[in-house]
């Protein structure tokens, strides 16, 4: 721990200086140093860093899918609602077979209001 | 935020549909829905939407009636569209029940409603004794 703060801070330091003062022994350490992060950095990427705990490790991962997928049944949903208002709207019960029949019919409209 | 903004387009989905309903202008009337909806013509654009709906659904019945029918059909379309809703409804309710009946009691019916008009078309002033029909 000790000895990763040094490095940081030596890195640091370094960074700041010029480069062509940089020793060649430096500069191996620094470039050591990059390819350990690189490793690390892969090796991370690679496996889930909860990964031991087997299918509760996706957990994390898998929050990320469900705000997506609680988008696409928001979606979904508000395309529902509208398909059934539409549907509402336009299902009122056809009378015009009863309509024509009374408007042509031998007894006057008149009848079937009393 | 995310969820109003959710609830606010649900709103205006719903919205929509009644939003949409536009209404069929008299000038954008097929010629033979203009013959059929001749005698409604002057109020016809101000109908509500639904009852022009069910008014122009009537188009399919309308070529197949004859002449007389089609006569009979002007005549009553007025004061048909004069209806509130709920005295349409209430006729097609009783004209359902009508259809149903047997035909005695049809017969009936029919009896009863020619000495109305024969009543109704009759003047006072005639001086004929006033024929009260049987309940």
């Known amino acids: ?114 | 935020m995310r969820v109003r903004c959710f609830l606010a387009v649900c709103a205006m989905l719903l919205c929509l549909p009644a939003l949409a309903a536009v209404t069929h202008p008299w000038a954008n009337l097929t010629p033979l829905q203009q013959e059929m909806l001749a005698p409604l013509a002057k109020q016809w654009n101000d109908l509500p939407e639904l009852q022009q709906q069910r008014l122009l659904k009537l188009e399919k019945y309308y070529p197949k009636l004859t002449l007389e029918k089609k006569e009979l059909f002007h005549k009553r379309l007025e004061s048909w569209s004069m209806l509130t809703p709920e005295q349409r409804t209430k006729a097609r309710k009783k004209f359902l029940e009508y259809s149903k009946a047997p035909p005695e009691k049809r017969e009936q019916i029919k009896q009863l409603a020619r000495q109305r008009e024969i009543n109704k078309s009759t003047p006072p002033a005639m001086g004929l004794p006033s024929t009260n029909p049987s309940r």
């Open chain 1, 1 to 114: 721990m000790n000895k990763k703060s040094l490095d940081a801070e030596q890195i640091k330091h370094l960074l700041n200086r010029s480069v062509t003062q940089l020793d060649s022994t430096t500069l191996q350490q620094l470039r050591a140093a990059r390819n350990k992060a690189m490793s690390r950095y892969e090796a991370h990427n690679a496996a889930p860093a909860l990964a031991w705990t087997g299918p509760l490790a996706n957990i994390g991962q898998n929050l990320g899918a469900a705000r997506k997928y609680q988008w696409v049944a928001a979606v979904l949903l508000a395309v529902c609602v509208f398909s059934g208002t539409v549907y509402w709207h336009h299902s009122e019960k056809d009378t015009s077979d009863v309509d024509i029949a009374i408007l042509t019919d031998e007894l006057p409209i008149h009848v079937y209001l009393d």
